[in-house]
């Protein structure tokens, strides 16, 4: 990989699509999260179908990395805790759309619709920051 590309970029290489640009991260206790979600989208993280959340790559999103920990909550009378595994940054909605497993982003929906439903939440001036697909597992319900 280039030397000039910073930690989290994507470096792309016409025969292999996106990379992320994997750096050692100075070490640091893991982080708690919170994300508050719709409720439809807070079912599937609760029921287990959900393993992959969609955020912009704005700079607080940025910061989340592998090992830190997700808290989702929709209601506020109770939530989920997950461990993030992975993070991965894309240009577009549409991108990571095509490039992740759709089910483990919204099982409700096809590519379309998935795509729609994130338009709906975010401007185009937010999608302009880039996209996040945060990856995460081991979820602990708490009522």
Known sequence: MDS??????IQRTPAHG??????VPEPREPVVHDLHL???????VADGTKTIEVRVASPNKLAIRPGDWLRFTSDGTTHVDAEVTRVVRYSSFAELLASEQLAA?????????????????????????????????????SL
């Open 4 to 9: 000039d590309v910073a930690p989290g970029q």
């Open 38 to 44: 719709l409720p439809e989208y807070y079912a599937l």
């Open 105 to 141: 982003v919204n099982r409700l929906t096809d590519q379309a619709g998935a795509l729609r439903a994130l338009s709906d939440i975010y401007p185009p001036e937010r999608e302009a920051l880039g996209a996040l697909a945060i990856e995460f597992r081991g979820r602990s319900v």
């Open 18 to 23: 996106p990379h992320l640009h994997h750096a």
